[in-house]
């Protein structure tokens, strides 16, 4: 079958492709970051500052605009000032939320900026909503962000005179869940009073993101923005694809071609959603100011046999590469109204971009995929595309003078072809990459850490202004082609 797209006509879009979209997130789970990023200063793995090198070189090169910590539901057991000053009288904890693995809290505030500072991305904090109070929150912001003070004092005193840039603050996590067990009104209720206390301490305000629904929950939804919508800026939706019901998680590698069908069917559920929870937003905020954060996605499948089923760790093959791709061109598709997302979770939890065994790093197809899309952060949106009946689906962006062209091959037996005709001639691609592998579950192993990885694309053909390509099956492409000339 071969799509024809039109995009000459849409040079004047005003939408922009969030590069917020590409956000990470990391929990203080398993080896999420014990480990995975924060080793410690002492340790025989290369590290600055306690953060491992290998990690962050590969991180940086994805270009992650924003990470959201400490969790999740960690962050609901989380308390600030247990994991700030010398580390010898850090608070050692249990991690009730994930095991009960010691937490150390080694890794605290200041080693959270710092890895920020490494990452050159910026921070996003969702503070203790359930077992924390008031005053923690309004001290630890006040720690964070104010220039001078008592608690800028303390942070002084830790090492930290400066204060560091917070811009986006989550106010609740799973709140419907094991967040609380509350219903919409009463978080609602509580959600005001607590962001009566979030006080600024510069002059870029804090971006609020409320607690938003859990996949299709449109009464909460409703509830929410109808009480509190004025208060808040974002609010939050997270959606994880599965592979059957949640109390049956399909394997990461040993599955079956219908659970490839049934993985990809639940993570196109997210164009649904969106739709069907941005409509109701619009009821009451008509200006579409407050935006949908989906700061957690991506596949949760069954944990890798011989580890603890709380750490979340699972393999990642060129099935979830797929997936990202997909889910990455539906937010694309509804760049006006999804601002954030943050897929969980970077390294070594669930839908990973790494994963590390001791000194060991690899990549996985997710990560790659990330590495593509870069190039559409910030760009002016052309065309998004997804349908759930359809194999393929794309995002066509342009920045930098270049068309960015990412498209999507979901059929993991039947090639496609696109042609796509845009306003002005086309130069010769300075970008032109694929990810494809022959085997369903095609991964990355510590023994074979390339088997899936990057590879130069070429089967495109450029005329004028036209480009056609053919995508080989279960493939991901992007091409990064030059503007040359006027409109046509
Ligand atoms: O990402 C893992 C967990 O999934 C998060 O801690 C929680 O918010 C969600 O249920």
Known sequence: MTHSVDVSDKENSKTIISKYLQGQFSEHLGSGVYGGLW?????????????????????????????????????????????????????????????????????????????????????????????????????????????????????????HP???????????????????????????????????????????????????????????????????????DGLSLHHYGLTDIWDNKGDAVEFQPKEWNSLLYSIQKMDYFITEHVKRMHRYDQNNRVKLIVDEWGDWLRAQAGTNPNFLRQQNTIRDAV?????????????????????????????SMILTKGSQMILTPTYYIFDMYKHHQDAQLLSAYSDNGDPLNYTISKKNNHYIISICNTNYEQSQNISIKFANKLGTPDYAKQLHADALNAHNTFDDPDNVKLKPFKDYSISMNNLKVNLADKSVITLAIPIIGDEL
């Open 39 to 159: 080793v410690g200063t002492d340790s025989d793995i290369p590290n600055t500052n306690g953060i491992r090198n290998d990690v962050v070189t590969a991180l940086k090169k994805i270009d992650i605009p924003v990470l959201r910590w400490p969790g999740g539901f960690f962050a609901d057991n989380y308390h600030w000032y247990e994991g700030i000053g010398p580390f010898e009288k850090r608070r050692r904890i249990i991690n009730s939320s994930w095991g009960g693995k010691l937490e150390t809290n080694a890794f605290g505030t200041h080693e959270y900026f710092e890895l920020c500072r490494q990452l050159g991305c910026e921070s996003y904090i969702n503070i203790n909503f359930s077992s924390g109070s008031i005053k923690e929150m309004a001290d630890w912001l006040e720690y964070m962000t104010a220039p001078a003070g008592s608690m800028a004092d303390l942070r002084s005193k830790s090492g």
């Open 162 to 232: 400066e204060p560091w840039n917070l811009h986006f603050l989550g106010i609740g996590n799973e709140s419907w869940g094991g967040g609380g067990h509350m219903t919409p009104e009463f978080y609602s209720d509580r959600y005001k009073l607590w962001q009566s206390f979030v006080r600024q301490y510069n002059d870029k305000p804090f971006y609020k993101i409320g607690v938003g629904p859990n996949i299709d929950d449109f009464h909460w939804t409703d509830t929410v923005m109808k009480n509190a919508y004025e208060y808040m």
């Open 323 to 351: 997936m990202a791709a997909t889910t990455l061109n539906i937010f694309a598709k509804h760049a006006d109204s999804v601002y954030m997302a943050n897929i969980a979770q970077m390294v070594n939890v669930l839908q």
